[in-house]
Nanobody
Framework: QVQLVESGGGLVQPGGSLRLSCAAS????????MGWYRQAPGKQRELVAA???????NYADSVKGRFTISRDNAKNTVYLQMNSLKPEDTAVYYC???????????????WGQGTQVTVSS
């Protein structure tokens, strides 16, 4: 199977920065798409930033210009650099990946356990 392990969350003051990491491990043959979602209390989970299967990156309008997604394909790892953080960025951030497991014929969707990001003074 596949595990997605996130790290880098925490408490930061408004205007501050954090960098999230998500490493995929297991019987991975290839990763089709990978990215970050978030869920604030009482709200639905939403896309933050992600790499598509074609290799391009998508961002939520609310984070454009402040967040940057990057990846290290050799390490099956995706990063989210978050700058100019705002209180409304407070949420649990989840890593998501579409993974082709070795020996499988189709991609499956996986989620990490989530990491809390709190922006508060």
């Amino acid at each position: 199977q596949v595990q997605l392990v996130e790290s880098g969350g925490g408490l930061v003051q408004p205007g501050g920065s954090l960098r999230l990491s998500c490493a995929a491990s297991g019987s991975i043959f290839s990763i089709n798409a990978m990215g970050w979602y978030r869920q604030a209390p009482g709200k639905q989970r939403e896309l933050v930033a992600a790499f598509t299967s074609g290799g391009s990156s998508n961002y939520a309008d609310s984070v454009k210009g402040r967040f940057t997604i990057s990846r290290d394909n050799a390490k099956n790892t995706v990063y989210l650099q978050m700058n100019s953080l705002k209180p409304e960025d407070t949420a649990v951030y989840y890593c998501n990946a579409e993974v082709l497991i070795q020996g499988s014929l189709w991609y499956s969707n996986y989620w990490g356990q989530g990491t809390q990001v709190t922006v508060s003074s």
